[in-house]
């Protein structure tokens, strides 16, 4: 009864301390809260940096001299406006994808403020208008003598529209445009009041047409460059032996890659040395630009337009150059871009960029497949794809393809690698033999044809141990210089060697590992199961009747009823 009494005690004590914790714990809030509402807000709040303006508009803009002679604006106030006029330009691409919280009402007042309104409320047929800048010019046409009126004008202004229409179908519309706009000084902040569009105009990529009468019969050489597509790796002496090599095949061209702005500064004078290189004996050249870009957003427009300046400029109108390949597989960034027409307006760009620089020579794009190949087809003079299946499918792509361009075609990557899988390991034989029928098919539909690749890389990606072991046995070459049998399609003179025997067991390895897996998992299954017959007395290889074993239950269930009376040990149970 004490104990009783004691534990009653206890559980009313740590009651008592719950309560107390509880009732300390809201006088702490409602006291906290009191304290707030008398003292507002923390006075070093007003101190606290505003999120900066989207780097996507602000780093697009461009200011030009004055127009007027009067007042002068101050830095700080251009920064000021700068800064407000990007946050406008962002709010008004957020009402326009159908954004209902957008800050319109923070950056935009009067006329613009009602503009922007109307825009939210959108055509019933229209889902959402992303508009983007791409690079603007500002130019300061008045500035009031009491500080707080700007007109400023936008001679330039790279615009990009995304209009997805009620079926999420997206159309991208480029225009290059003049405005002018009026900001006022409101409340210590700057708003755009107005907004005038003096012109649009379309932006126009222009229709291919170059003539191109070579059929290329080329190889893909990414081995000259040490497989650095930055070409910062560049070895004179390596590019040489290449295309020595290449020369001795009989190729009359061959095709490099440049890497995308991603991946720092290109060594443009490496390229054009290595297209002296090529010049020097008689090797036609296809350079291939933005290697390895995979996210073709409107936001990445302006960098690309930079990276054309760099490269393409100082190497355009090169004798050796016979063919711009301006991506290389972009139907493969369709989905990190934002959808196929993204890809496809800024294919039209960049075309239009190269083709600035230089207006004589041929351009194409790289597709990975022929059922993309058409894309874009009337802003190119060439028409390219990749192929690596039968010799069959491509005949058909050919001819599928003649039906709906009018362009010279060029399959700029065929083969077929040696090693297939872990089965069937190497397959030198028929790789020579695909390569073949390839270059034939190619030849007989009247398209030019450029194998993958002269040289095997010394190293790859990691996709997996069969596609890694694949991707590096296409060469006609393997990485240590001797040539494989698939070089023999190229020249008769060729002195080719099969796989070593160390080579076949190291191919013939995974299968062993996986049939030994498989032979270990199935051998200790039948010891579980022979383990588990033995157990019950019986020999493992005799089957027992089915009577033995109705009379092997009923001795069992006797066994349990008389354990209850047994005094000794009981009977050890079956397993």
């Known amino acids: 009864m004490i104990q009783v009494n004691r534990a009653k005690r206890l559980i009313a004590a740590v009651g008592l301390v719950v309560v107390a ?25 007003i101190f606290n940096d505003t ?4 780097a996507e508009v602000s780093e697009g803009i461009r200011w030009l001299p004055d127009a007027n002679e009067g007042r002068q604006m101050e830095p700080a106030t251009r920064d000021d406006i700068t800064d407000a006029y990007s946050r406008a330009v962002a709010a008004i691409d957020r009402a326009g994808r159908g954004d209902g919280s957008a800050p319109i009402s923070d950056y935009l007042s009067g006329p613009a403020l009602a503009q922007a309104e109307q825009m939210i409320e959108g055509d019933e047929n229209v889902a959402s208008v992303a508009t983007l800048m791409v690079e603007q010019e500002l130019r300061l046409d008045f500035y009031s003598d009491d500080g707080s009126v ?12 995304m209009i997805d229409d009620d079926q999420q179908r997206r159309t991208v ?66 590019g040489a032996r290449e295309l020595d090599i290449a020369v001795g095949y009989g190729f009359d061209s061959v095709r490099v890659f440049v890497a995308g702005p991603e991946f720092g500064e290109i060594d443009v004078e490496a390229v054009e040395q290595f297209l002296d290189l090529a010049a020097n004996r008689d090797l036609g050249v296809v350079v291939t630009l933005f290697d390895g870009s995979a996210d073709h957003s409107v936001t990445k427009w302006a960098d690309d337009r930079r990276y054309l300046d760099d ?25 990190r871009s934002g959808g196929a027409a993204v890809v496809d307006a800024w294919l039209e760009r960049a075309v239009a960029g190269v083709r600035a620089f230089d207006e004589t020579t041929p351009i194409t794009v790289g597709w990975s497949n022929a059922g993309e190949a058409a894309r874009v087809a009337n802003v190119v003079d060439v028409v390219s794809f990749h192929h690596f299946t039968t010799a069959h499918e491509l005949r058909e792509r050919l001819a599928s ?28 034989a028929a790789q020579a033999d695909r390569v ?43 990485a240590d210089g001797t040539e494989r049998p698939v070089a023999a399609v190229f020249d008769d003179e060729a002195t080719p060697r099969g796989p070593t025997p160390v080579e076949r067991l190291r191919s013939l390895l995974p299968l062993v590992i996986v049939v030994s897996i498989g032979l270990s998992m199935g051998g200790a299954v039948w010891w579980w199961v022979r383990r588990g017959r033995r157990s019950d007395g019986r020999d493992p290889d005799e089957s027992v009747a089915p009577d033995d074993a109705q009379a092997d239950d009923d001795t069992l269930s006797d066994t349990h009823m008389d354990d209850d009376t047994d005094d000794g040990d009981p009977p050890t149970a079956p397993s």
């Open 150 to 161: 700007v007109a400023i004008g936008v001679p330039f202004a790279d615009v990009v529209r």
């Open 173 to 238: 519309v480029s225009t290059v445009e003049e405005r002018r706009f009026v900001m006022l000084l409101e409340d210590g902040n700057w708003r755009v009041q107005q907004i005038e569009s003096v012109s649009v105009e379309p932006v126009a990529a222009g229709d291919g047409g170059v003539p191109f009468d070579t059929r290329l019969d080329g190889v893909n050489v990414t081995s000259a460059a040490s497989f650095d597509p930055t070409w910062r790796s560049f070895d004179p002496q390596i």
């Open 51 to 54: 999120p900066p303006a989207p």
């Open 401 to 428: 393809l003649d039906e709906v361009v009018d362009r010279p075609v060029l399959v700029s990557e065929y083969g077929r690698p040696e090693y297939v899988g872990v089965v069937r390991g190497d397959q030198p």
């Open 21 to 45: 914790l509880v009732g300390l714990l809201v006088l702490r809030q409602v006291a906290g809260t009191l304290l707030t509402a008398a003292s507002g807000a923390d006075p070093e709040s």
């Open 311 to 335: 490269v393409v400029e100082p190497i355009a109108g090169h004798p050796a150059i016979v063919l711009w390949d301006v991506k290389n597989e972009p139907d493969l960034d369709d989905d």
């Open 436 to 478: 073949a029928e390839l270059r034939e098919a190619a030849s007989a539909a009247g398209a030019g044809s450029m194998v993958w690749q002269l040289r095997d890389p010394a190293d790859a990606v990691d996709i997996g141990y069969v596609a890694t072991r694949a991707s590096m046995s296409y060469g006609l070459l393997r």
